[in-house]
Antibody, heavy 116, light 106 residues
Framework: QVQLQESGPGLVKPSETLSLTCTVSGDSIRSYYWSWIRQPPGKGLEWIGYMYFRGSTNYSPSLKSRVTISIDTSKSQFSLTLSSVTAADTAVYYC??????????WGQGTLVTVSS | SYELTQPPSLSVSPGQAATITCSGDKLGDKYASWYQQKPGQSPVLVIYQNNKRPSGIPERFSGSNSGNTATLTISGTQAMDEADYYCQAWDTTTVVFGGGTKLTVL
């Protein structure tokens, strides 16, 4: 059974960089694309970006200037960094597996609050 | 940028059919997926490639996609189906989500 687990700080100060890691188990991280999605409190889902282990990435146009997704195949992990955060970046952040045209496995999500 | 539009809310009685729509320009030319999200939980894929159900998803969930509209239908809606539902498609190389529909079963 594929499992994804997000980890990282739950509190980030404004203007600093948010960093999260997703650990994948039950499947090879080399076999799929992997994605980050976020959900502000009480709002809908927002796609952030995805990455393939060979290095190809694609990001949401609205976040592209601040986002980097990277992958560490030796640890079966992929990571998200979001720079210059503001209160608007407060959200539950999910990692997910991209399977064809859909996202079939999701992590439990982690709440990141941007506040001083 | 590409947009997917869903009605914000829908109410149905138990046992009735619930139909949730998702509209986007030439959406029928793309594959639509649907996700169910209950409070405090992660989204769960319930329909992919317009009309396919993942393993473990009840048969009462079905989907279609034609023209500019994709549709998720829940036949014989149960109280446990009360949740937010999101459609999703690809705009070339980017993922797009609809705004979500809150389904109330009462």
């Amino acid at each position: 059974q594929v499992q994804l687990q997000e980890s990282g700080p739950g509190l980030v100060k404004p203007s600093e960089t948010l960093s999260l890691t997703c650990t994948v188990s039950g499947d090879s991280i080399r076999s799929y694309y992997w994605s980050w999605i976020r959900q502000p409190p009480g709002k809908g889902l927002e796609w952030i970006g995805y990455m393939y282990f060979r290095g190809s990435t694609n990001y949401s146009p609205s976040l592209k200037s601040r986002v980097t997704i990277s992958i560490d195949t030796s640890k079966s992990q992929f990571s998200l960094t979001l720079s210059s955060v503001t209160a608007a970046d407060t959200a539950v952040y999910y990692c997910a597996r991209v399977n064809g045209y859909n996202l079939d496995y999701w992590g439990q999500g982690t709440l990141v609050t941007v506040s001083s | 940028s590409y947009e997917l539009t869903q009605p914000p809310s829908l109410s149905v009685s138990p046992g009735q059919a619930a139909t949730i729509t998702c509209s986007g320009d030439k959406l029928g030319d793309k594959y639509a997926s649907w996700y169910q999200q209950k409070p405090g939980q992660s989204p769960v894929l319930v329909i992919y490639q317009n009309n396919k159900r993942p393993s473990g998803i009840p048969e009462r969930f079905s989907g279609s996609n034609s023209g500019n509209t994709a549709t998720l239908t829940i036949s014989g809606t149960q109280a446990m189906d009360e949740a937010d539902y999101y459609c999703q498609a690809w705009d070339t190389t980017t993922v797009v989500f609809g705004g979500g529909t809150k389904l109330t079963v009462l």
